[in-house]
Each structure stands twice: as structure tokens, then as C-alpha cells.
């Protein structure tokens, strides 16, 4: 999580940086950020699925397995925004 707190930090500094408009900024900075919400949330859920049972279950596999496909999403979506806005 540590990692991807930079790389959106680094990404925001990057956006004022770049000769973007308002709403393009704004863009680019929220979807760099998601994907520090969705490692927060992903963590969020294998604390809980850890806290409850240290025991392999299939329903504990689905879960982190979902939390992290929400991380692969986010990244996979920042940048496509940040190629789309960049590209035109």
C-alpha cells in the first residue's frame, strides 16, 4: 500500500505539473488515488477473513481474491485515464 501512496503522490505532482485542464487534473489525480482506496479496502478484507480463521476455505480464497482483482481493476483503469488523457 506504502508503494502505490507514492506512486499516486508522485502521479498528483505529475498532473499539476502537465499543461492539463482543470477537469483533466482532477481526473487523473481521483483514479491515481482509487487505487489506494481499493488496497485499503482489500487489506480491510483479508484483516477480516485472517481474523476469523487462519484455517484454508474456499470462501476465504474467493474473498481475497475478489479485494485483489478490485486492486487490478483500479490500476488497470488509472491508466487507461491517465493514456487517455495524455494521448488525446
Known sequence: MRQWSIVAALAT??????????LERAVVIAFSWNIVLME???TAI??????????????SKKAKDIGSAM??????????????????
Open 13 to 22: 505532482l505529475l498532473a499539476f505539473a502537465l499543461d492539463l485542464s482543470g
Open 40 to 42: 485499503l479496502a482489500n
Open 46 to 59: 483479508e484483516t477480516v477473513v485472517n481474523r476469523i480463521s487462519e484455517i484454508p476455505h474456499d470462501l
Open 71 to 88: 486492486v487490478l481493476f483500479a490500476i488497470i483503469l488509472a491508466l487507461a485515464v491517465w493514456l487517455l488523457v495524455l494521448l488525446g
